[in-house]
Structures are given as structure tokens and as C-alpha cells.
T-cell receptor, first 111, second 117 residues
Framework: AQSVAQPEDQVNVAEGNPLTVKCTYS??????LFWYVQYPNRGLQFLLK??????LVKGSYGFEAEFNKSQTSFHLKKPSALVSDSALYFC?????????FGSGTKLNVKP | GAVVSQHPSRVICKSGTSVKIECRSL??????MFWYRQFPKQSLMLMAT?????????EQGVEKDKFLINHASLTLSTLTVTSAHPEDSSFYIC?????????????FGPGTRLTVL
């Protein structure tokens, strides 16, 4: 069965420190991988995607993610966290016709 | 960038009534629209996929007679929750995707909070 996993329910980081939000996938064929962010009572905002090409993908708001085929991972990273980055982050993977969403990781950035 | 709107943003209804939620792609033609449901502190669960002009494809466990989906144009899809009950209370989110090759990501609407009393 195809799936996307986010092993951490919550990630806490101090402002200015680097952050990592983990994601692993189990998708057949060449995966489409995405990261979205959700603020309270809002829809999802697109951050970045990997379809093909360079394994390191740069996205919105200074976020980036690295596609690692051997580890089937697509971790979200940012060199220096901001308090305003605090939100719920979803990893999604699949093919053109269907996405599978991870369970979400709540990121808390403390001043 | 691509913008997707949903209307209404919030609706409260009595048990037994039907509620219609609209999803519109404002600046692109959406050949495919998706409807998701999100319970508090949980992930998005795909309910159905609709392609313009054809019947929606429902995920396993989703009642097609209860959640009616219509995708009559390239910019509008509607989800009607028929005979709503309190257990249907949830956050409903739609997404839209353009033509293949025009971009692969789904663009999400802001969501509709449905509360059934």
C-alpha cells in the first residue's frame, strides 16, 4: 500500500536554529513529493515540490527539501527558523492522479 | 499564482438538512478537483476526485449518495452533503489541478468548516 509518513507529531526549535521536519514515503514508481503548510482554520499552502531533477529542492519562505531515493525520504529543512514558521506541516506524495498525505507535524518555534 | 476559493467558509446547519460547498479555481482551468475531509488534529483524507464533465471517483468508504460531487465546468466543483448529521461535522477542503504538463501540484482552497447541530 502506498503511504506517506511523518514520524514526529511535533518539532520544537528555537528561533534562529536550523529546523528539520521528517517525511518518508512508500510510493510506487517515480514519486511526486510535496510539502504544504497549514495555519489554524486555513487551507493548505504550497511550499515546494519534487517531481524530477535536482534532489535538493528550494521552495517558499526559505524552506528546502532533499529527495533521498535510497532512504525514501523527503525531509523539509530551513537553515534559520522564525517564530512565524510555527504551523502545521504536511508532506504529501503520490502520482499525478492521487496524493497521500502524512499525518502532519506541528512545528513550534520559540523566541 | 493559482488561486482556489471555497464558499462558504463556515456553515452551521440543523441535522437532516443538505449543505452545498463550492470550490472555484479563480485564475486557471481546473481539469481535476479533489475533495478532502480533515478532522481536528488529523491529516487530510481524500474523499473523491472529480474530472470536469464526468462522474466523480469516490474513495473506499465514502458514500457517494451522501456526498454528491458535481464538476460541471473547468472552474467550479460543488460538494453537497445530503441529510447532514453531527458526525458529518468537519473541515472540508478542496483542491484543484490544471492540465497535465501545466503544473503538477494541487492548489488548495481555504476550507469550509461545517458544523451540524
Amino acid at each position: 500500500a502506498q503511504s506517506v509518513a511523518q514520524p514526529e507529531d511535533q518539532v520544537n526549535v528555537a528561533e534562529g536554529n536550523p529546523l528539520t521536519v521528517k517525511c518518508t514515503y512508500s510510493v510506487s514508481g517515480n514519486p511526486y513529493l510535496f510539502w504544504y503548510v497549514q495555519y489554524p482554520n486555513r487551507g493548505l499552502q504550497f511550499l515546494l515540490k519534487y517531481i524530477t531533477g535536482d534532489n535538493l529542492v528550494k521552495g517558499s519562505y526559505g524552506f528546502e527539501a532533499e529527495f533521498n531515493k535510497s532512504q525514501t525520504s523527503f525531509h523539509l529543512k530551513k537553515p534559520s527558523a522564525l517564530v512565524s514558521d510555527s504551523a502545521l506541516y504536511f508532506c504529501a506524495g503520490g502520482n499525478f492522479n492521487k496524493f497521500y498525505f502524512g499525518s502532519g507535524t506541528k512545528l513550534n518555534v520559540k523566541p | 499564482g493559482a488561486v482556489v476559493s471555497q464558499h462558504p467558509s463556515r456553515v452551521i446547519c440543523k441535522s437532516g438538512t443538505s449543505v452545498k460547498i463550492e470550490c472555484r479555481s479563480l485564475d486557471f482551468q481546473a481539469t481535476t478537483m479533489f475533495w478532502y475531509r480533515q478532522f481536528p488534529k488529523q491529516s487530510l483524507m481524500l474523499m473523491a476526485t472529480s474530472n470536469e464533465g464526468s462522474k466523480a471517483t469516490y474513495e473506499q468508504g465514502v458514500e457517494k449518495d451522501k456526498f454528491l460531487i458535481n464538476h460541471a465546468s473547468l472552474t467550479l466543483s460543488t460538494l453537497t452533503v445530503t441529510s447532514a448529521h453531527p458526525e458529518d461535522s468537519s473541515f472540508y477542503i478542496c483542491s484543484a489541478r490544471g492540465l497535465a504538463g501545466a503544473g503538477d501540484e494541487q492548489f488548495f482552497g481555504p476550507g469550509t468548516r461545517l458544523t451540524v447541530l
